[in-house]
């Protein structure tokens, strides 16, 4: 991935770390204010502390019935709350409850965004305690029908909006969210939500759910959290007509307008937020995703989960699933629908890892690797009309049409979807990539559920149960000729919640590739031999919080190693600094 990044930005190394990128804070003090004088003041932030009403209304701090007789006395509580004095864990059972008795998994997403919204603490202990119920609640794939409908459900606003409308005054709207110490920021454009396109503002979703699994999988803070959404308008035509859109109501702004705006809020963040502020790009479309990271891979702290982090993902199932299907990286053939910035990324981490195994030049390790967009197989003889991130793989092969003649042409051992289309990994597809192998890899990548390339009973029953299957999306066990099989889910939040952890805990300055394979196997370690009975690719939800210390532990050692940490010393354990760095949602007894 580095190497196609290097190529873009004309070979110049995420490692360079040139006095450009981090004199000063690392920009130039655009806004002037560093020339404040007397004449020209500069507000001071104040804090405050809640009691009585405004506690019970500040999700932070607030802990309902859970607030003891003492603490009601002290902080002016005495008849806001009703006699009773409960415990957190019997909040928590009577909010599991109420969840389990709505149908729509709609009202489950609503109804634990509004308890984020009441107590916070509650929220995430809720979360924590039942992930693999609440995760496809709050994320993949109820967040994209939320984005979809973001208008009509909107309560109160959970992150920062920068429209073209504060285009000169980024680092204000900035300085107006109240949290000082920002460690990680989740940003979108909402050009290319999940599989469904172009949803503008309210995409907001995304970085809302993405932040809330940074701090229940991987231990940051909320209150370090930032959702930012970046709204430059929409094409979605459905969107501006409808009277309930919360974003601007004009056609999406491109080129010269659109760099000048992320480039300001780029350079506004370094200089309110410092040069260790990780910034996640979620979401954009193909053609901005790979100029971003590209552009500010050298200068910030900067991650494409798209890209990278569905790629560190893929790669630890791939890893794990060799046990299951034998041989090593280099023995088998890869198979790509999908060429845009998932599929891309996943090809080129999967041929840096064997690369890496074999010594053998990256270059070679590609040709293992190929891949089928709309118009066929991507061959040499296409590359003069191909976009740049799909050119590395373009190998020499007549052209073949659609996927099946790609699978007859190419005989993979694994097949992976990236293509955000549902259903195109057929019957045909797979009862001819079974015919050709024992055991199948076979990844359906596309999230939401809908757009998914295939299902598991699809996987399991056409392959007569011997496809190794993964998803994006979650499906439930399924049972063929008496055997329970139990599908893996590729799922991005096993990798980047631990991965902004790592970086946060080795005060890192930049991302690089072997970080991404640091993470690969610190999770493809993870898998047990009882994991693997059931067929599974990836370790339980239930142990994802060990899961993510031990990839931030990974991240971290390879941020040292590379000499772009800058938390001095190096702490010696790294997995139990990691563990003690991790936020915990259990109440705190006030004085």
Same mark, same amino acid.
């Given at each position: 991935?580095?190497?196609?990044?290097?190529?873009?930005?004309?070979?110049?190394?995420?490692?360079?770390?040139?006095?450009?990128?981090?004199?000063?804070?690392?920009?130039?003090?655009?806004?002037?204010?560093?020339?404040?004088?007397?004449?020209?003041?500069?507000?001071?932030?104040?804090?405050?502390?809640?009691?009585?009403?405004?506690?019970?209304?500040?999700?932070?701090?607030?802990?309902?019935?859970?607030?003891?007789?003492?603490?009601?006395?002290?902080?002016?509580?005495?008849?806001?709350?009703? %006699?009773?004095?409960?415990?957190?864990?019997?909040?928590?059972?009577?909010?599991?409850?109420?969840?389990?008795?709505?149908?729509? &998994?709609?009202?489950?997403?609503? @109804?634990?965004?509004?308890?984020?919204?009441?107590?916070?603490?509650?929220?995430?202990?809720?979360?924590?305690?039942?992930?693999?119920?609440?995760?496809?609640?709050?994320?993949?794939?109820?967040?994209?029908?939320?984005?979809?409908? #973001?208008?009509?459900?909107?309560?109160?606003?959970?992150?920062?909006?920068?429209?073209?409308?504060?285009?000169?005054?980024?680092?204000?709207?900035?300085?107006?969210?109240?949290?000082?110490?920002?460690?990680?920021?989740?940003?979108?454009?909402?050009?290319?939500?999940?599989?469904?396109?172009?949803?503008?503002?309210?995409?907001?979703?995304?970085?809302?759910?993405?932040?809330?699994?940074? @701090?229940?999988?991987?231990?940051?803070?909320?209150?370090?959290?930032? %959702?930012?959404?970046?709204?430059?308008?929409?094409?979605?035509?459905?969107?501006?007509?409808?009277?309930?859109?919360?974003?601007?109501?004009?056609?999406?702004?491109?080129?010269?307008?659109?760099?000048?705006?992320?480039?300001?809020?780029?350079?506004?963040?370094?200089?309110?937020?410092?040069?260790?502020?990780?910034?996640?790009?979620?979401?954009?479309?193909?053609?901005?995703?790979?100029?971003?990271?590209?552009?500010?891979?050298?200068?910030?702290?900067?991650?494409?989960?798209?890209?990278?982090? @569905?790629?560190?993902?893929?790669?630890?199932?791939?890893?794990?699933?060799?046990?299951?299907?034998?041989?090593?990286?280099?023995?088998?053939?890869?198979?790509?629908?999908?060429?845009?910035?998932?599929?891309?990324?996943?090809?080129?981490?999967?041929?840096?890892?064997?690369?890496?195994?074999?010594?053998?030049?990256?270059?070679?390790?590609?040709?293992?690797?190929?891949?089928?967009?709309?118009?066929?197989?991507?061959?040499?003889?296409?590359?003069?009309?191909?976009?740049?991130?799909?050119?590395?793989?373009?190998?020499?092969?007549?052209?073949?049409?659609?996927?099946?003649?790609?699978?007859?042409?190419?005989?993979?051992?694994?097949?992976?979807?990236?293509?955000?289309?549902?259903? @195109?990994?057929?019957?045909?597809?797979?009862?001819?990539?079974?015919?050709?192998?024992?055991? &199948?890899?076979?990844?359906?990548?596309?999230?939401?559920?809908?757009?998914?390339?295939?299902?598991?009973?699809?996987?399991?029953?056409?392959?007569?149960?011997?496809?190794?299957?993964?998803?994006?999306?979650?499906?439930?066990?399924?049972?063929?000729?008496?055997?329970?099989?139990?599908?893996?889910?590729?799922?991005?939040?096993?990798?980047?919640?631990?991965?902004?952890?790592?970086?946060?805990?080795?005060?890192?300055?930049?991302?690089?590739?072997?970080?991404?394979?640091?993470?690969?196997?610190?999770?493809?370690?993870?898998?047990?031999?009882?994991?693997?009975?059931?067929?599974?690719? #990836?370790? &339980?939800?239930?142990?994802?919080?060990?899961?993510?210390?031990?990839?931030?532990?990974?991240?971290?050692?390879?941020?040292?190693?590379?000499?772009?940490?800058?938390?001095?010393?190096?702490?010696?354990?790294?997995?139990?600094?990691?563990?003690?760095?991790?936020?915990?949602?259990?109440?705190?007894?006030?004085?």
């Amino acid at each position: 991935m580095e190497s196609t990044m290097k190529e873009m930005r004309g070979g110049e190394s995420v490692l360079d770390l040139s006095p450009r990128a981090t004199v000063g804070g690392g920009v130039e003090d655009v806004y002037g204010e560093d020339c404040a004088t007397e004449d020209q003041l500069v507000t001071p932030w104040t804090y405050s502390v809640a009691s009585g009403y405004s506690l019970l209304r500040d999700p932070h701090h607030n802990k309902g019935l859970a607030f003891t007789e003492t603490e009601r006395d002290s902080h002016y509580l005495r008849g806001l709350l009703p %006699p009773a004095v409960a415990t957190q864990q019997l909040q928590e059972k009577k909010l599991m409850d109420n969840i389990r008795k709505y149908q729509v &998994p709609l009202q489950k997403y609503m @109804t634990m965004m509004e308890l984020q919204e009441r107590n916070e603490r509650l929220f995430y202990k809720l979360l924590i305690d039942n992930v693999e119920e609440l995760l496809p609640v709050v994320y993949t794939p109820t967040v994209g029908e939320a984005c979809q409908k #973001y208008g009509s459900i909107f309560r109160r606003p959970q992150g920062l909006y920068i429209s073209l409308k504060e285009k000169g005054k980024v680092l204000d709207v900035l300085k107006n969210w109240p949290e000082r110490s920002i460690q990680v920021i989740v940003v979108t454009d909402g050009e290319r939500i999940l599989g469904l396109g172009d949803l503008g503002c309210q995409g907001m979703g995304i970085p809302v759910g993405k932040l809330s699994l940074y @701090t229940a999988l991987g231990g940051v803070r909320p209150s370090a959290c930032l %959702p930012v959404t970046i709204d430059v308008g929409t094409n979605n035509e459905e969107s501006l007509k409808d009277e309930f859109y919360i974003g601007l109501r004009q056609r999406r702004a491109t080129g010269q307008e659109y760099a000048d705006l992320l480039h300001e809020f780029m350079s506004a963040v370094k200089q309110n937020y410092g040069e260790k502020v990780l910034i996640q790009f979620e979401d954009f479309a193909n053609h901005n995703a790979f100029t971003l990271l590209a552009k500010y891979g050298t200068t910030h702290l900067v991650f494409n989960d798209d890209i990278q982090g @569905t790629a560190s993902v893929v790669l630890a199932g791939v890893v794990a699933a060799l046990k299951l299907i034998g041989g090593t990286l280099a023995d088998h053939r890869f198979l790509f629908l999908g060429a845009g910035e998932a599929g891309t990324g996943i090809a080129e981490l999967i041929a840096l890892e064997m690369s890496k195994q074999t010594k053998i030049p990256l270059e070679e390790t590609r040709k293992k690797i190929w891949l089928v967009d709309s118009k066929g197989l991507i061959v040499s003889s296409r590359k003069d009309s191909l976009q740049h991130f799909k050119k590395p793989w373009a190998h020499d092969h007549e052209p073949v049409k659609d996927l099946l003649g790609a699978i007859k042409a190419i005989k993979p051992t694994v097949l992976i979807g990236s293509s955000g289309v549902g259903r @195109t990994f057929t019957k045909e597809i797979i009862e001819t990539v079974a015919s050709l192998n024992e055991k &199948p890899l076979i990844m359906a990548l596309s999230n939401p559920t809908s757009q998914s390339e295939c299902t598991a009973e699809e996987a399991y029953t056409w392959s007569q149960g011997r496809a190794i299957f993964a998803s994006g999306s979650p499906f439930d066990p399924f049972e063929y000729k008496g055997k329970v099989f139990v599908p893996g889910q590729a799922n991005n939040a096993y990798i980047f919640p631990g991965f902004g952890l790592g970086l946060v805990i080795s005060g890192a300055i930049r991302v690089h590739d072997d970080m991404l394979l640091a993470a690969s196997e610190a999770l493809a370690n993870q898998v047990s031999e009882e994991n693997y009975d059931k067929g599974l690719i #990836y370790p &339980p939800f239930t142990n994802i919080r060990k899961i993510s210390a031990n990839i931030a532990a990974n991240v971290a050692a390879k941020a040292y190693e590379l000499g772009v940490a800058t938390r001095l010393p190096r702490p010696a354990n790294l997995v139990k600094y990691a563990e003690s760095c991790m936020y915990s949602p259990v109440y705190r007894s006030y004085r």
